[in-house]
């Protein structure tokens, strides 16, 4: 029986995107339904969920600069936008591609069966008024999804006030966005109580998680090393996991720096950022691939503990009673399945959240273990998942170009104000005289020294200069293959120079090139055929 099933597969599976919503719609979401899942954790995954572009969610307190963030990242306004130093996107607003600009409300949004939205009907009217969609015809958006999120306050007054559960929805998004951008500014540190309320409901989701410091060319160096120091603190504390959350640190607009001390810091940070969220589209299946594998372990465990309680419910006395106490001794059925069945601590929904849940529940409509349910998941985690991972690697290097384009990410690319243009191994690309001739009477002082023979020295004359410079071996022995332009083993004047030109780019801490650049190649050894 199980050899049928391998010679179906590959027909079952055409693309990545079909082989997931498959694999959930017949083996996954028969064990959700079962043990009601999606009472307790997270709705039911419809078609869009699946085939829907990349999102990335943008959350933060009021005034960090988000809604000015997309517009930075776009290069354009969106429709429904509004900025200002007060509260004043008090909305959700998904910014997507369209035809043509326009603006659909939040009760229109959850039927339309095309968006991944329709399970966020929810969360209520209340919710709903404060929900659209802004769509409008911009390059970046062909690639991306970006969700812009109501500013968070501080106070119990504006938590009350909203009239929906703001961390659920956030946690809602959480579960299917690919990127969660955290904002910060530099100049208003202090975290909410409902902002730390958010990071906590965002715990499980830390893989997917970057820190943006904004607005930090409004303080100087040495203020941005305190506020750097107490940023990271503060986040110790609140995601309490040994690993450091990966900080950018910049001014995300298209404004002149206030103060520009650290214009290379916030050029290669907002390099780094970019290149984060353009890899988007090409790691968008592996994501998807696995946020079903966690779910699927969620699943499971959910199963072992609606089962666990069924089993202990008495069939006709007491079974109110019962009821209160197995909610209250929940830990004990944790660990109990724990090691029964060999699962992960941190495979367990949150305790307290469990119990309120179940306060609500009708245990006896609960239903008993189905072995085969779980057999079949364990199956798909086993060798479907596999199956599909391979798929995974197949159609990233099918589209190895797949990346966001357009809007400020151009910016980045290429010209002069490229990042890191004329730095390192890039400098003096555009001039007409050989960057080296600077240098080469120093340099060539050292190579006479080293008794050339014909005009050049041997490898074990030039090592022993070279080792001068510190650097490693494999460093040096690359910087050798580079220089070695004719590639016979020695070094002529001009090869000599080149060398020691590419370990001072080295030594002021720059990457050195894969290949030769062409104004980095020796004038004599111009027009001559190169070969690796």
């Given at each position: 029986?199980?050899?049928?099933?391998?010679?179906?597969?590959?027909?079952?599976?055409?693309?990545?995107?079909?082989?997931?919503?498959?694999?959930?719609?017949?083996?996954?979401?028969?064990?959700?339904?079962?043990?009601?899942?999606?009472?307790?954790?997270?709705?039911?995954?419809?078609?869009?969920?699946?085939?829907?572009?990349?999102?990335?969610?943008?959350?933060?307190?009021?005034?960090?600069?988000?809604?000015?963030?997309?517009?930075?990242?776009?290069?354009?306004?969106?429709?429904?936008?509004?900025?200002?130093?007060?509260?004043?996107?008090?909305?959700?607003?998904?910014?997507?591609?369209?035809?043509?600009d326009g603006v659909i409300p939040g009760n229109a949004l959850v039927v339309d069966p095309k968006k991944p939205f329709r399970k966020l009907n929810a969360f209520g009217n209340a919710f709903l008024n404060r929900f659209m969609c802004a769509q409008m015809p911009n390059p970046v958006l062909e690639s991306i999804s970006i969700i812009d999120t109501p500013g968070i306050l501080s106070g119990e007054k504006q938590r009350i006030s909203r009239g929906y559960d703001f961390a659920a929805v956030l946690e809602w998004f959480a579960e299917?966005?690919?990127?969660?951008?955290?904002?910060?500014?530099?100049?208003?540190?202090?975290?909410?109580?409902?902002?730390?309320?958010?990071?906590?409901?965002?715990?499980?989701?830390?893989?997917?998680?970057?820190?943006?410091?904004?607005?930090?060319?409004?303080?100087?160096?040495?203020?941005?090393?305190?506020?750097?120091?107490?940023?990271?603190?503060?986040?110790?504390?609140?995601?309490?996991?040994?690993?450091?959350?990966?900080?950018?640190?910049?001014?995300?607009?298209?404004?002149?720096?206030?103060?520009?001390?650290?214009?290379?810091?916030?050029?290669?940070?907002?390099?780094?950022?970019?290149?984060?969220?353009?890899?988007?589209?090409?790691?968008?299946?592996?994501?998807?691939?696995?946020?079903?594998?966690?779910?699927?372990?969620?699943?499971?465990?959910?199963?072992?503990?609606?089962?666990?309680?069924?089993?202990?419910?008495?069939?006709?006395?007491?079974?109110?009673?019962?009821?209160?106490e197995l909610i209250s001794n929940l830990g004990e059925i944790y660990q109990k399945i724990e090691k029964e069945h060999q699962i992960s601590p941190g495979d367990f929904p949150k305790l307290e959240k469990m119990q309120e849940l179940l306060n609500g529940q009708d245990f006896t409509?609960?239903?008993?273990?189905?072995?085969?349910?779980?057999?079949?998941?364990?199956?798909?985690?086993?060798?479907?998942?596999?199956?599909?991972?391979?798929?995974?690697?197949?159609?990233?290097?099918?589209?190895?170009?797949?990346?966001?384009?357009?809007?400020?990410?151009?910016?980045?690319?290429?010209?002069?104000?490229?990042?890191?243009?004329?730095?390192?191994?890039?400098?003096?690309?555009?001039?007409?005289?050989?960057?080296?001739?600077?240098?080469?009477?120093?340099?060539?002082?050292?190579?006479?020294?080293?008794?050339?023979?014909?005009?050049?020295?041997?490898?074990?004359?030039?090592?022993?200069?070279?080792?001068?410079?510190?650097?490693?071996?494999?460093?040096?022995?690359?910087?050798?293959?580079?220089?070695?332009?004719?590639?016979?083993?020695?070094?002529?004047?001009?090869?000599?120079?080149?060398?020691?030109?590419?370990?001072?780019?080295?030594?002021?801490?720059?990457?050195?090139?894969?290949?030769?650049?062409?104004?980095?190649?020796?004038?004599?050894?111009?027009?001559?055929?190169?070969?690796?």
């Open positions: 029986m199980f050899r049928k099933t391998l010679k179906k597969d590959p027909e079952l599976f055409q693309n990545v995107s079909e082989g997931l919503r498959k694999l959930y719609r017949t083996k996954l979401f028969p064990l959700e339904d079962t043990y009601r899942f999606h009472d307790f954790h997270s709705p039911a995954l419809e078609d869009a969920d699946f085939d829907n572009k990349p999102m990335v969610l943008l959350v933060g307190q009021y005034s960090t600069g988000k809604t000015t963030f997309i517009r930075h990242l776009m290069e354009q306004d969106f429709p429904g936008m509004r900025i200002g130093p007060e509260p004043t996107t008090d909305s959700f607003i998904a910014v997507m591609h369209g035809e043509q299917r966005v690919d990127r969660i951008i955290l904002l910060f500014d530099a100049h208003k540190l202090d975290i909410s109580d409902e902002f730390s309320e958010v990071i906590r409901a965002l715990k499980n989701h830390e893989d997917k998680m970057r820190v943006v410091l904004n607005k930090a060319d409004q303080i100087s160096t040495q203020q941005l090393m305190r506020v750097y120091g107490a940023l990271m603190w503060s986040l110790g504390k609140i995601i309490n996991t040994p690993e450091v959350v990966r900080v950018y640190i910049g001014s995300f607009w298209a404004q002149p720096l206030l103060v520009p001390d650290n214009r290379k810091l916030f050029e290669a940070e907002e390099q780094d950022l970019f290149l984060d969220i353009q890899s988007l589209p090409r790691n968008a299946a592996l994501r998807k691939l696995n946020d079903l594998i966690k779910r699927a372990r969620l699943a499971k465990v959910q199963a072992y503990i609606i089962s666990s309680l069924k089993k202990e419910m008495p069939s006709v006395f007491g079974k109110e009673a019962k009821k209160k409509k609960f239903s008993a273990l189905k072995p085969k349910l779980l057999e079949t998941v364990e199956d798909m985690l086993a060798n479907d998942i596999a199956r599909l991972m391979a798929m995974v690697r197949q159609e990233e290097s099918a589209m190895p170009s797949q990346t966001v384009k357009g809007g400020a990410f151009e910016g980045t690319m290429s010209g002069p104000f490229g990042h890191g243009y004329g730095e390192g191994a890039s400098e003096g690309i555009d001039e007409l005289e050989w960057v080296v001739v600077r240098d080469k009477p120093t340099y060539d002082e050292i190579f006479y020294t080293l008794s050339p023979i014909n005009g050049k020295v041997s490898g074990a004359a030039a090592k022993k200069e070279m080792l001068k410079s510190k650097l490693p071996n494999t460093v040096l022995g690359k910087i050798w293959k580079l220089a070695d332009v004719d590639k016979d083993g020695f070094l002529d004047d001009e090869e000599f120079a080149l060398a020691n030109h590419l370990i001072k780019v080295k030594l002021e801490g720059h990457e050195l090139p894969a290949s030769l650049p062409e104004h980095l190649v020796p004038p004599s050894k111009r027009g001559t055929v190169m070969q690796a």
